[in-house]
């Protein structure tokens, strides 16, 4: 394939999209991510809600330690990431309107002109995206972190030797990580619904209202075990299980501790719910991308 010359010497958008590079890709992307209203908002609501989160959790950490309830550091760390299900949520929104943004607006037919090679566009807007998302959550964990530290700080009566050495990083970089991940699986999500409304409704009952009405099973008794198990293996589910880092704190033995009918539904550990949570994020992303490179734009 060679580019082709109009008339009056301008190279026809055949000829620029083989001049197109990744980075290129990468670059205009970037461009298009910030120049949306809603990405701001969006990073903006994540900071905020993972400090109000920490703040809320902080709160009743502390307030537990007044009667007498052992506090260690590692509650700290698990107050700053009590936010992350529901940041979980807005981060798929920003992933979701990052690509059904461009369908709503038309401007999906400029950049497949720009860059015929659907594949090469998915995967830069996912790294921007991604990174995005990892950027915003990094500064909100922060400042969970700080606020978390404030109020629980004081009240810590064990030593730090009961805290996986493995916390802090799962919090401060795990987190922010996984939050990337979310909004490639949202993105590849966006991808399949092609409609922001569709791809936000959907982000919103697999994250949030899947996980609740699977949770009742629990109600139902040892004989329907299995279906809390696979709610276990839900990705707002999963999500909560890696960052808690397999700290014995007291929201995360509310879980572990669980039993129906005598019987002990399957929660994964922290490292295999990580690895639970990026696969459901590679097989949405990856039917998003099929889906993009044999549709019709229109």
Known sequence: MSSTM??????????????????????????????????????????AFLAVNSLMMGWMV???????????????WT??????????????ILGVMALTSEFSSSSIVSSFTVNPRR?????AKALVVGAVAF????????????????????????????????????????LPLAMAVGAVLAMGMGAICRSTVGGVLCVIVLFTIVPSVL????LLGRRYVWITSVNN???????????????????????????????????????VAGA??????????????LLMSRRDVK
């Open 79 to 92: 107050s700053a990431s009590s936010g992350a299900s529901n940041v979980l949520v807005i981060i798929g």
């Open 233 to 271: 293996c839900l990705p707002a589910n999963a999500l909560t299980a890696f960052v808690g880092a397999g700290a014995s704190t007291f929201s995360n033995d509310v879980a572990s501790t669980l039993l129906i009918g005598g019987a002990k539904p399957f929660q994964p550990s922290w490292g």
């Open 135 to 174: 950027l915003a959550a990094f500064a909100g964990v922060c400042v969970a972190w700080g606020c978390a530290a404030l109020i629980v700080g004081p009240h810590v009566t064990t030593g730090a030797d009961a805290m996986p050495a493995a916390m802090p990083a799962v919090t401060l970089l795990g």
């Open 215 to 218: 949770q009742m099973a629990q």
């Open 6 to 47: 109009m008339g009056d010497g301008r190279t026809t958008a055949r000829g620029t999209a083989m001049r197109l590079t990744f980075g290129g890709a990468v670059r205009a992307e970037w461009r298009k991510m910030w120049s949306a209203t809603s990405t701001y908002v969006l990073a903006v609501l994540t900071i």
């Open 119 to 123: 594949a090469m566009f998915m995967h």
């Open 62 to 76: 502390s307030m537990m330690a007044e009667g007498d309830m052992p506090v260690g550091d590692e509650d700290i």
């Open 276 to 289: 639970i949570f990026a696969l459901w994020a590679a097989v949405i992303y990856a039917v998003g991308v």
